[in-house]
Nanobody, 124 residues
Framework: QVQLVESGGGLVQTGGSLRLSCAASGRTFSINAMGWFRQAPGKEREFVGG????????YYADSVKGRFTISRDNTKNTVYLQMNSLKPEDTAVYYC?????????????????WGQGTQVTVSS
């Protein structure tokens, strides 16, 4: 089994930045792509971005493209989400997820392991 633990969430003003981390443990050899999702109050969980195993491919939702950057350090079994130019509509619980597939799909069912989430709140 794979365990994922997110950290780095918090309260930030509009235009500010945060960096989320997701540390994986357990059967990490089974992880290929990693993804970030978010869920705002009263809304469905949505794809934020994904990254392939060797970082050769990154994929983003249109709503965050140009503002968010995903990276990973396989030596630390950690994936990051750098969030810049934050907006109030970015307020959500952010989840990382691990997939056995090669690329970070926006489809939730392609991910086999999920973290518990970390709250990001952007004040206006």
């Amino acid at each position: 089994q794979v365990q994922l633990v997110e950290s780095g969430g918090g309260l930030v003003q509009t235009g500010g930045s945060l960096r989320l981390s997701c540390a994986a443990s357990g059967r990490t050899f089974s992880i290929n792509a990693m993804g970030w999702f978010r869920q705002a109050p009263g809304k469905e969980r949505e794809f934020v971005g994904g990254i392939s195993r060797m970082s050769e491919g990154t994929y983003y939702a249109d709503s965050v493209k140009g503002r968010f950057t995903i990276s990973r350090d396989n030596t630390k079994n950690t994936v990051y989400l750098q969030m810049n130019s934050l907006k109030p509509e970015d307020t959500a619980v952010y989840y990382c997820a691990a997939s056995p597939l090669d690329r970070g799909s926006p489809v939730e069912r392609t991910y086999s392991n999920w973290g518990q989430g970390t709250q990001v709140t952007v004040s206006s």
